[in-house]
């Protein structure tokens, strides 16, 4: 065992790498493995964590997260998950590029090196040249993968009732530059059915009592199959010290000379340097490399810059400000209208010039059915708040039930340096207190981003039941800074951070859709640094809005209602409907 000393243990790490160029591939069913562990630990891992034997590594009560990955082509990783598939069927359309990603609402907000900021639920995008294509070629293999998707023709049209039935289909994606992107709060019917190729691999990777993935992130792309899976461990078990610790929190790695070139299992510290508010991660360890001829222990460093800014540093029982880093939070105000405001308040400190030098800082709302924004109006307003970007359902018209789709997507550049805008920097003369009790002056800066909202006309519920309102819930927005990719210091330092990127860096859906992509490597062109929610939550916050749900009482109500269902035709499916979301609302349905 390498000795692991190294001061602040606070990640801990464990990864398997596939080998990734090996000799040529023949069996089409060998999979390319990745494994990896992060964990904060209250020790420093010893041998009783990590247990390498022959083709195999055990790794003991570690907590924090755990991620897998495993990578191969698509008819591989089929059969591995226990499809049949004859050659040739199943391939997808090889040109485009399906993204799945899901993030879990009840979720442990992720740490660093993990991005903390995925909007919750299921996210799918699409890029292609030729939609119409892609989606045909590729349905019946996403299908395949995670479960059911309506794969029949896109015809435009689709009744009210289907649209209310969670099921994915073509005419509910958004067009986002040349990706088509779809997202759903709730999961679509039939996601992850246990005969889903996914579902077969997770349960096969995961460990006894472990609680299900955090994140699942799958990239089909030319054929192969990229999944990664993040799931939270041991987070149960730090209060059980002394109690029987059998084999709970035990993960073994092991390598199968059947199915595996080379499975590598390492794990990493989180080393931290703060230098005037740059941050410097590294990440030390060991690898362990498995192949037919045995076991190679190595250490092994990384050495990137964080996508994660600090976040203050606060007072242990007073819960005040020590040091003052970078945060935002968000609300829906006022909390019970029809033109509520999205107002963001982020705190961070743009005049770092190494880290924001040519950076632009983003706010991007994901908005469920129930908001929409009038792109005309936020037009109007880009010299107060900055530029909007504006994607999906924009027409007011149209009341919950009867929108296509999921919602909308509205991103604002915020461009706070300038001080003409609303949103300008406000400097805070501000005192931060060190580990030692040093007190220092210094400034921070905060930004409000001010969004005007609307809502939708929620469907009428049915006569009875006494609620007036329904509770319509928001992600809070993913705010980050923008920056050109990080060449500044020259070529070996663009290549630690691909080589970084490429084991802790899965891109955000939606947010990643929203910049270009290098069209010959497929890499970002751009890195996100993430502004962390605060204070911290234990998962990904919402904003509550109030809304005034129509009573079928109320003549004017329903006749809009009707109105926009005419495609619908008879007032059996109209009321069939309203009993369908009566039942699926008046469970959040509220009364004030
Ligand atoms: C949001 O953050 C600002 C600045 O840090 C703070 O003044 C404000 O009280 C916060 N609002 C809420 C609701 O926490
Ligand atoms: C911050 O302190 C400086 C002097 O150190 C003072 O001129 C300035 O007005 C103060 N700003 C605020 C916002 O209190």
């Not at 059980?240 to 299992?265: C, H, L």
């Not at 109320?554 to 059996?572: E, K, S």
Request: overall charge negative; proline content about 7%.
């Amino acid at each position: 065992m390498l000795p692991l000393s190294i001061s602040a243990a606070v990640l801990v790490a464990t990864l398997g790498i596939a080998a990734a160029a090996g000799s040529p591939d023949t069996d089409s069913t060998l999979l390319q493995h990745r494994h990896s562990f992060f964990s904060t630990l209250p020790v420093e891992p010893s041998d009783e964590n990590f247990r390498v034997g022959r083709h195999q590594v055990k790794v003991i009560d570690l907590t924090g997260f755990r991620e897998w990955e495993v990578k191969g082509s698509l008819h591989g990783l089929l059969q591995v998950a226990g499809k049949t598939t004859s050659e040739g069927e199943s391939q997808g359309d090889v040109s485009g590029k399906v993204h799945v990603q899901w993030f879990d609402s009840k979720a442990p907000l992720l740490r660093p090196p993990f991005i903390p900021t995925y909007i919750p639920g299921f996210h799918m995008a699409i890029t292609s040249d030729d939609f119409a294509k892609a989606w045909k070629e590729n349905c019946p293999v996403i299908s395949d993968l995670i479960g059911s998707v309506d794969c029949r023709e896109i015809t435009g049209e689709g009744t009210p009732l289907e649209r209310i039935h969670n099921t994915l289909r073509a005419e509910d994606l958004t067009v986002i530059y040349k990706h088509h992107y779809l997202h759903k709060t709730t999961d679509p019917a039939g996601f992850l059915s246990s005969s889903s190729a996914v579902s077969s691999l997770i349960s096969q990777q995961q460990a006894g009592s472990t609680p299900g993935p955090a994140l699942i992130d799958l990239v089909l792309h030319k054929g192969e199959i990229t999944l990664k899976v993040i799931w939270a461990t041991g987070t149960n078990n730090n209060d059980n010290k002394d109690g029987d610790k059998s084999q709970q929190n035990a993960i073994g790695i092991s390598f199968n000379e059947k199915t595996d070139k080379v499975v590598e299992v390492g794990w990493f510290y989180r080393e931290i340097t703060e230098q005037d508010y740059s941050v410097y991660d590294h990440y030390l360890g060991a690898i362990v490399k498995m192949d037919r001829e045995g076991e190679e222990v190595n250490e092994a460093m990384i050495q990137t810059r964080s996508p994660v800014f600090p976040p203050h540093r606060r007072d242990f029982s007073t819960g005040n400000i020590r040091a003052y880093g970078h945060g935002f939070n968000s609300t829906m105000t006022p909390s019970q209208s029809f033109h509520p405001h999205s107002v963001t308040t982020i705190r961070s400190n743009p005049n770092i010039q190494e880290t924001t030098a040519g950076c632009d800082l983003h706010v991007l709302q994901v908005l469920p059915a129930g908001y929409f924004v009038d792109p005309f109006q936020l037009e109007g307003l880009a010299p107060e708040i900055g530029e909007s970007t504006v994607f999906g359902e924009t027409d007011l018209e149209k009341p919950v039930g009867v929108v296509a789709g999921w919602g909308s997507l509205v991103m604002v550049k915020a461009q706070p340096e300038e001080s003409v805008k609303t949103s300008k920097w406000t400097p805070h003369n501000i005192t931060n207190i060190d580990t030692k009790g040093v007190k220092t002056d210094a400034v921070s800066y905060t930004s409000v981003v001010d969004i005007p909202m609307h809502m939708r006309y929620q469907p009428p519920i049915e006569q009875g039941n006494p609620a007036t309102h329904v509770t319509v819930e928001t992600p809070w927005p993913i705010v980050a800074w923008v920056c050109p990719v990080a060449t500044t210091n020259g070529e070996e330092s663009a290549a630690l951070n691909a080589a970084a990127k490429k084991l802790f860096h899965i891109p955000a859906l939606p947010f990643s859709l929203l910049f270009p992509r290098d069209a010959k490597t497929d890499r970002e062109t751009v890195d996100f640094r993430f502004i962390l929610p605060d204070p911290i939550p234990k998962q990904f916050p919402t904003a509550q809005m109030s809304v005034p749900v129509g009573r079928l009482d109320d003549m004017n109500l329903v006749r809009a209602a009707t109105f926009a269902m005419a495609g619908a035709g008879t007032l059996a499916v109209a009321l069939a409907l309203v009993r369908t979301v009566a039942g699926r609302t008046s469970g959040k349905g509220k009364q004030d």
